[in-house]
């Protein structure tokens, strides 16, 4: 793997792929059968690009461009640049998916010299890779050619495959523990409920100490954090943390002094004794409300998108003392100017360090988020009886709760976390190897597309 | 904790307030005795804040802003909204820095009513909190309106302290095992090497599995992945990464494809037999690499700043299969145009998705990008021998290894990851109770400020 090899290898590396160069070897054949298998690992491309064939294909503007035309009437172009990083020959593309063309030769000077058909299945492509490095010769499957597209259209499907659903459901999605545990077809429900609605209960849960760890691990290890694998929401007294009180809790996402908050937020209701007055949980996406923000109030929400934040957390007096400190924007946008990311927590503020004329509509602007946050109906409002376990993603949903009266220890949920990124990873692996193949929706993880 | 709390706790939260204000209770001097002990968390406060006493102390513009003159000269302009959200009182802030200020109060409306001073350590504010509000008192510490100061002079010093060091030192930073396990000290030097250099080396490691663990921790726990809580590379027959190989690696981050990639990574060399050739590690500064390319080439910086690539990682045939996918620019800039964070490895791109003009563009500066880090001779070039554990930031380095040539498993080195934001806060709480307070660098965790 050299996509920028030392000049030593590269003499070794290029007679390689000479040797194994698909059109010139005796391993051709198998080459590109293996090749065609590698699209069984993305279901969408079996779904629903495997039946899309090439009518007519042709090389523009001197060798700059490929253009093809497909069975649907749909029209791509590629640039030659695009083209040779995606050569699938065997000294440009692992068999698990190493990108190992060199990054030297995309230079302005490649150009597409021939284009020929291998079969129906099959692109075979002639570079000259410009001054002084001769001609590349490679394949590329025509299903990664139409799944990649790069047209505004095709963009555009994708991008609309993964929005968001802001849609609340009236009742609480909920999934039965002994279906989560006992199949993926289980999990995979809990998990896209997760994904459309940003949360889901777990029903019927032991109430023991520690099951929510096996629960988790369902998707895969647990996000450790300053509060460890576990922790215990009870009422202590001199609590480090309001939530470890009686305290009514305002809207938050949790820990956003980290560089990635916790992900999928689980908590595992074990005691609840039914005469405490109080303790709901309240949910609401947040997400929508920045779409909400962006309709009334367009200038509030530039500013919350431009303006960094410090969210900070100091315990000095712990055994392992903390210091955590991470600046962003409240709002994070793409280079579409779509919402990507989104974490807050007043009561985590620092001061905030910014150009004095940001200062006031800064806090105007929050304060006028938290108001519709406050006064918005479309929220998840539940009481936790034992054996619910409540997950949510907290990166894109925000979390209150209602103070309650009782004695210590009468109301114990538990806590833990696990990692965004890993959740869209075994969502999205769950949607390819049960699913249709759809694309996991936006979870609020700052990727941009 | 309630910064903007439901209706029917507003009553019972603002009576506790009026019972413990400040400046209307018998516990006023217990209080600011408390409030200003609180200081003592942040070192640099004591060392260069605390001798600072204000001179003069006016209201401006009707009370819209509160200048202060303090005994050095240094000017502070307040605005009464950013005081008000500084509120130190009992109500506004727990002893554990939770901001419980409501954030409806933060109005246009809200003005300084006056201002006076409690001894030479508190500001007690008043503020007519805005229609219907009432009154406020409050008393906010002389330290931290200086700490926390936001005007441009006091920002830039801040931004002084935290700028990274891009000065190679000739010899490789190394610390002793025994150093770093013993002693806060020994900890507290490998940190600020790993902080000022990007990379140090962990000498004399007892060659063990699983020592590298126990070195971690020293910092905080691992950062598990897909590759688990350690990771070993030995080269093995159909590798699932190239890392597991004796293939030449060009530059790269580790694991892009995360929302958050590894942090601080950590090698131990167990064993690496003298007649193996080749194998040596090379680290370079991607940071200092991209002030070199917005020197040399500003178009081509803008747009490795502004185009989104996919860095892709689809496992299907691993146990638990992993589809992980993360979309944003290579170099990632803050408010300011600076860098705050980078993440490159070039096998890990997928098909690159934009607007068709930026194709090729993008794969030029890419291509100009490496060729400069492959031509630099600014970097770190050294072969592990059994006993080292190298260390580095994953998310400021970039790492790549020569081919070498022996029989497997005779180059056997052991991997682990820690977290990027648990090791700064790590170095902060250092800096905080062994050095001289000052501000953590930029560690490349996307941080603004």
Redesign the interface.
């Known amino acids: 793997?050299?996509?920028?090899?030392?000049a030593e290898?590269m003499n070794v590396q290029r007679a390689e792929a000479d040797r194994y160069a698909v059109c010139n070897g005796g391993k051709k054949e198998l080459y590109l059968e293996n090749l065609l298998e590698r699209k069984l690992?993305?279901r969408e491309i079996e779904q629903h690009v495997s039946d899309k064939t090439i009518t007519e294909v042709w090389i523009s503007d001197g060798g700059k461009f490929v253009g093809i035309t497909w069975n649907d009437g749909h029209v791509s172009?590629y640039?030659a640049?695009?083209l040779r990083?995606?050569c699938h020959c065997p000294s440009c593309r692992?068999n698990?998916?190493?990108?190992?063309?060199p990054?030297?030769v995309?230079?302005?000077e490649l150009m597409v010299h021939d284009v020929t058909m291998e079969g129906e299945k099959v692109v075979v492509i002639t570079w000259s890779d410009g001054p002084g490095e001769g001609q590349h010769r490679g394949p590329i499957p025509t299903y990664?050619l139409r799944y990649?597209c790069?047209s505004?259209e095709a963009?555009r499907l994708?991008r609309e495959q993964r929005a968001l659903i802001f849609q609340k459901e009236n009742i609480l999605p909920e999934v039965e523990f002994k279906d989560v545990m006992k199949s993926d077809v289980g999990l995979y429900k809990w998990l896209r409920e997760l994904s459309d609605h940003g949360i889901c209960v777990v029903k019927n849960v032991p109430t023991e100490k520690g099951t929510i760890v096996k629960v988790a691990e369902r998707i895969?290890?647990v996000q450790?954090t300053?509060y460890g694998e576990t922790f215990d929401v009870v009422s202590t007294p001199d609590p480090?943390?309001?939530?470890f009180?009686q305290?009514?809790?305002?809207?938050h996402s949790d820990q956003p002094?980290?560089?990635?908050p916790p992900g999928i937020q689980m908590l595992h209701c074990i005691q609840f004794d039914p005469h405490i007055v109080g303790g709901e949980n309240v949910i609401i996406d947040m997400f929508e409300m920045a779409e909400q923000l962006r309709e009334e109030r367009p200038d509030y929400f530039q500013i919350l998108a431009?303006?960094?934040v410090?969210f900070?957390?100091?315990?000095?007096s712990r055994s392992?003392?903390?210091?955590?400190?991470?600046?962003?924007?409240i709002i994070n946008l793409?280079?579409r100017q779509e919402v990507v990311g989104m974490t807050c927590a007043?009561?985590?503020?620092?001061?905030?360090?910014?150009?004095?004329e940001d200062?006031?509509p800064f806090?105007?602007a929050?304060?006028h988020l938290?108001?519709m946050?406050?006064r918005s109906s479309n929220t998840y409002k539940f009481r936790l009886t034992p054996g619910d376990l409540v997950t949510f993603n907290n990166r894109r949903m925000m979390h209150?709760r209602?103070?309650y009266e009782g004695q210590t220890g009468h109301r114990f949920l538990q806590g833990t976390y696990v990692?965004?990124?890993?959740f869209?990873?075994r969502l999205?692996?769950l949607h390819?190897?049960l699913g249709q193949g759809r694309l996991a929706r936006h979870c609020g993880?700052?990727?941009?597309?």
């Open positions: 793997m050299s996509p920028t090899r030392p290898s690992y993305i172009r640039h640049v695009w990083h995606n692992s698990t998916y190493t990108n190992l063309v990054l030297d995309l230079n302005a990664w990649y790069y505004q963009m994708r895969t290890h450790r300053i480090i943390n309001p939530a009180s305290a009514a809790l305002a809207f002094h980290y560089e990635a431009r303006v960094p410090t900070q957390t100091m315990h000095y392992q003392p903390a210091h955590l400190q991470m600046s962003r924007p793409n280079h007043a009561a985590k503020l620092a001061p905030l360090a910014v150009d004095e200062v006031e806090f105007l929050l304060a938290y108001n946050m406050n209150s209602t103070s990692e965004i990124s890993e869209q990873s999205q692996v390819n190897l993880n700052f990727s941009w597309l």
